[in-house]
C-alpha cells in the first residue's frame, strides 16, 4: 500500500516536471513569435496550452484520487495539497505565455512593441525562461539554492519592468496609444509569469522546510 | 464523528462566504478611492487585503486538518479541494481591489483615469462588486441561478474592457501615455477579478452538478 502511494506521490512530482517544462517552453517560443512577428508559432503556442490545462486537469484528479483512496497524513498530504496549488502557478504561467503570443497574432505583420524597448523584454522573457527552467530543477532537487535564485532572478524582472514605465512616462516616448497599452500589457504579462514561479518556488520552499513566510521578500 | 466533520466542512463554507464579502467590499471602497482621489481611503483598503489573505490561510489550514483527520471520501473530498481553488481565487480578486486602491494613492492627487472614460471603469467595478456579492449568495444557496447571473455580468465586463481599447485605439484619444498605461492596468484588473468571479462560479457548478467543461461560455 504505502509503495503504492509513493508511485502515485512521485507521478504527482513528475508531472509538475513536466508542467515546468512545457511552460518554460512556452514561454521561450511565444516569446520568439513575439519578437519575430511569427504568426505561425504564435498560433503553434497558442494551441499547445490546451495540452498545460489538461496535465493539469490531470494532475488534480491524481491528487484527489490519491486523498481518496489513500488517506495520507502529515507531510504526504501538504505535499499533495502544495501541487495542487503550484499547478495552478504552472497553469496560469501557460497562460500568460499564450497571452504573448496572442498579442504577437493580435499586431501581426507589425511588431507589438518599438524596436527602441525590445531588448528590454527580451531581457525579461530570457528570465522568466530560466525561473521556469530552474523551477524544474528545484522540484527535481529540491535543492533549495534553485529557490533562491528563481527569486533573485524575478527581482531582475521587477526592475525591468519598473524601467518600462518609466521609459513610457519620459518626455521621450513618442510611441502612439494602442503601442502603449501593449507596451504595458506585456510587461505585466512577462512580469506576473515571474511572480508565479516564485509563487511555485517557495511553495517547495516550505514543503521542504516547513517554514512560510508568504511576506518575505528572500527564502 | 459525522456530526464534527459536518460542522468543520460547514465552517469552511462560512469561511469562503465571509471572503466573498470581503473582497467584494474591497472592490467597493478600492474603486471608491480611486473615482474620488481619496488617498485615506486607498490607504485602508490596501492594508485591510492583509486580513483576506490571513483568512485564506486560515481556510487552507482548516481544509487540510480536515483531511488529515477525516479521511473524506467522494463529493466531501472534492468539496474540500474545491475551497481550495475558491480561496485562492477570491485571494486574488482581493489582490486585484489592492491594485487599483494602489493606483489611486500613486497618482494622488491627480484623478488616475481621465474624466471622460471614467464611467466606463465605474461601470465595470459595479459589475465586479455584483459578482462578488452573487459569489456570496451563490456559495450560501447553491442556486446556479447566481452562477448564470454572474457569468452573464463577467459577459458585459469582457465587453467594456474590449471598448476601453477601442477607445485608447481612437484617433480621438489624447492623453499621455502614463494616462494610457494606467487605463490599460485598470482595465486588465478589473476584467480580470470578473474572471476570478467566474472561475469561483464554475467550482461551486461543478461541486453541484459533477460536470465540468473549463472551456465552456455558459455553465
Redesign the interface.
Known sequence: MRKVFHAELQSIGEELIHMSELVAEAMERAYESFDTADTELAQEVIAGDAKI?FLQ?QL?ER??DV??LQ?P??SD??MI?GS??MS?SLERMGDLARHIAQLARLRYPQPVVPEGIAPVFREMAGLDVQIARKLGELLETRDLQFAREIIALNAKIDELHAAV?KA??DPS?T?N??T??D???TS?YLERYGDHGVSVARKVNYLVTGEWD?AATEL
Open positions: 490545462d486537469n488534480d491528487a484527489i486523498l481518496a488517506g497524513v502529515a498530504l501538504r495539497v495542487l496549488r495552478a514605465f513610457v512616462a516616448w510611441e496609444a494602442p502603449t497599452a507596451v504595458t500589457l505585466r508568504p
